[in-house]
């Protein structure tokens, strides 16, 4: 009898360990508390504009990582404008990203490794090859799906939703799986992991504010953490622009302080100038490394935390054999 192996959420990583167990031979479900896959990777639509990645999404070949996509059929590009590091958007200059795309034109030419790749596609295409290969598979999911708690009595495994409980041999949680309630055999298991507020905005603009590809960080952030241009390949006049909002100031967030952030980047940013906006904010629990071996060391090998908070920390723990 196949062994009912039970995947909760949604995120890239999660998606993997359901296509590998499935590969191994186990009968696979994914319970996902929302009606889309991807968990922080999801992607949305503006305007006419579709499958907009939330966010750049730039991965490290870290424990053979760029391999490991490769299996699951993700694609990487070479990154070569690089990210600029700034205490704030009023240091950044034309002159100096040039010299970065520059740099790496040169490195690119020489065939020297690029520090980072970018995920061809975005976050939509990686998560759309993994869907693909979800039908493959066989993998059931269910949407709108939360889990309440997980119960072991003995060797039963009971899975816990609003509508269902499933019998199950195994079941993956990852760094971001919120359950109320972990009960072995009458024990709770105490899990004390801390939130993180992820606010993601795109922007689109009337007309191109700042060079393509352009990436920027902010060491110390007031408001916004992160910037890249999301622009289509295909657009010529219209510019979209990613945002990562710094989590500690969340409430204080308005469209019109974004664009008055952003003006010391180009004069062409203005209210005036946007077309539309979308706002993506995602409260999720955190658990470092730490906190998860330690959960595990408290649990039956039939609950297992798999490390996922990112991509490519948590390729270079997943165990894919070739």
Known sequence: ??????????????????????????????????????GGWSY???EDLKNIELGPHYIKNRGNSYK???????????????????????????????YLKFKNLVRLFLGREIKSKYLKGGSYKLVSTLIDLLGSYKIKIHYNCEVISINQNKEELNIVSANNIFKANKCYLFSGSKIDKININKKIIEDNYETKNYVNVVLLFKKK?????????????NFISFLNDLTPLTEKNRQ???LRINQN???EMSISKIIDELKPLSSKISKDNLISYKINNLVVPYRKINDI???????????RFIYSADLTNGLSRLNIEP
């Open 44 to 46: 949305q639509n503006l």
């Open 249 to 251: 100031i969340t409430k």
């Open 1 to 38: 009898m196949r062994k009912k192996i039970f995947i909760i959420g949604s995120s890239p990583i999660s998606l993997m360990k359901a296509i590998l167990e499935a590969k191994q031979g186990g009968e696979v479900f994914i319970l996902e508390k929302n009606n889309i896959l991807g």
């Open 293 to 303: 071996e330690k959960l595990n060391s408290l649990l039956p090998k039939s609950i």
């Open 240 to 242: 979209l622009i990613g």
């Open 209 to 221: 504010v700042m060079p393509n590809k352009l990436s920027i960080k902010i060491h110390n952030p």
């Open 68 to 98: 490991k996509l490769e299996l699951f059929g993700v694609k990487l590009s070479n990154l070569i404008s690089d990210v600029i590091w700034l205490d704030n958007f009023k240091q950044f200059s034309y002159l100096k990203f040039s």
